[in-house]
Nanobody
Framework: QVQLVESGGGLVQPGGSLRLSCAVS????????MGWYRQAPGKQRELVAR???????NYSDSVKGRFTISRDNAKNTVYVQMNSLKPEDTAVYYC?????????WGRGTQVTVSS
């Protein structure tokens, strides 16, 4: 059974930083990409950042220059370093793993940016 376990969320002041981690366990094959999505109250889930097995990345325009995604292929772990956080970054952040056949999701971790 594949599990995605996120960690690192919490409450931070505007301008602060957080680092989210997502560890993937279980039998999972042919990972194409790993990434982070977020969903704020009353809004649709949106892509934050995504990284392929080859290392190609893409970011939403709202986080470019502030967030950095990385992955450790050997550990099947994906990270996102979030700097210069803004109140509008407040959301539940979900880890996502895409394989050739399936799309896996974590349960989410809350990030709240507030003074």
């Amino acid at each position: 059974q594949v599990q995605l376990v996120e960690s690192g969320g919490g409450l931070v002041q505007p301008g602060g930083s957080l680092r989210l981690s997502c560890a993937v366990s279980g039998s999972i094959f042919s990972i194409n990409a790993m990434g982070w999505y977020r969903q704020a109250p009353g809004k649709q889930r949106e892509l934050v950042a995504r990284i392929t097995t080859g290392g190609s990345t893409n970011y939403s325009d709202s986080v470019k220059g502030r967030f950095t995604i990385s992955r450790d292929n050997a550990k099947n772990t994906v990270y996102v370093q979030m700097n210069s956080l803004k109140p509008e970054d407040t959301a539940v952040y979900y880890c996502n793993v895409q394989t050739a056949r399936f799309n896996y999701w974590g349960r989410g971790t809350q990030v709240t940016v507030s003074s």
